[in-house]
């Protein structure tokens, strides 16, 4: 038999004045179509969510369509150079900017904690709403579901993302080739430790400030330029280390990076230090590693360094061909002359950066 202590009495309905996310929110009625109404159609309003249909209606498009999806559950929601909203927009579009889409439509699920205030989600709404404007992507279609108090974390974010491959590109690991070069386009570790400094109240002698941004601009003026581009990679959760081991062992090659040419901040370098981290291994919501033929890094990086998101673009490594007996591997070149395995993390290092 239950307790007293064993039952949680909850009420559905909203107290007089109350401006915080409710159980009723999420539950059909009157609450719910003026959350609807007034936050996420005033915010997100185009023809194609403005229907108000079970799916929106799409016309059709020239090439082959890419489509991915990322859930969102940054902890805090807000921190230097962004939060949980913009983030969503960001990651998902460059998710299909690493295939060499160009994004085209979005879809967006919230799943709120009831307690939540108001004017968080609107602030969280507005931000997402401002940035996929800039963007150039409308989000088309959502969904919203409320969780009891204490059984989510004030906001979960799902975005959608559908985009266009022209039909004559082809990107992607099985075109990773011995010889080719690597660029990252710009400096790496600044997303996670923005997110650490706010979540753990850490105070670091210079501000640093999320590099998350879009990346399709860039990409799209590579492509037109006639870059020969054979692989992308966003470098999210677990750093630039993680994303060459997972596409060395997919292209079953040797890649080696020189450590010396890696764009790492002070700010950056500083406080990893402080802290026992690994700038290779810490998250980026805006940065991506780009392989090719020798013959194209030049152009390429002039490109690149001519938009301010890639300002500084470098060229850190090359792949090299795998011996039949051996295992793909990462390697680093360390200003010591000696090499040090770059291997997969064995556990979460930054948990909770997106």
Known sequence: MPTNQDIEIQCPLPLAG????????????HLMQTLIHEIFLQAFSNP?????????????????LAMTTDSYVVRPLFFPGGDIGSLAVHGTINDLAMMGATPRYLSAGF??????????????????????????????????????????????????????????LDIGPHRITPGDRMIVSGDLGTHGMAVLSVREGLAFSADIASD????????????????SIHCMRDLTRGGLASALNELATTARVK?????????????????????????????????CVLLMPPADVEKALAI?????????????????????????QVTLLT????HRILDLLSGEQLPRIC
Do not use: W
């Open 212 to 227: 998350s941004a879009p990346l399709h601009a860039v990409v799209a003026d590579l492509i037109k330029n006639g870059i």
């Open 48 to 64: 194609f969510l403005n229907s108000l249909q079970d799916s929106a209606v799409l016309p059709p498009e020239e090439g082959r």
């Open 255 to 287: 890649m080696t990076i020189d450590e010396s040419r890696i764009p790492v901040s002070e700010s950056v370098r500083g406080a990893c230090e402080i802290l026992g981290l690994d700038p290779l291994y810490v998250a980026n919501e805006g940065r």
């Open 304 to 328: 690149l360094q001519n938009h301010a998101i890639s300002e500084r673009a470098a060229e850190i490594g090359e792949v090299l061909p795998l011996a039949s007996n051996h295992t793909p």
């Open 111 to 168: 799943i709120l904690e009831e307690g939540l205030p108001i004017e968080i989600l609107k602030h969280v709404v507005g931000s997402m709403a401002k940035t996929a404007q800039a963007c150039g992507v409308p989000i088309v279609c959502g969904d919203t579901k409320v969780v009891d108090r204490g059984k989510g974390d004030q906001i979960f974010i799902n975005t959608t993302g559908l985009g266009v491959i022209p039909a004559s």
């Open 335 to 338: 200003p010591y002359g000696t």
């Open 18 to 29: 109350d401006n915080t996310i409710r159980l009723a929110h999420g539950g059909g009625g």
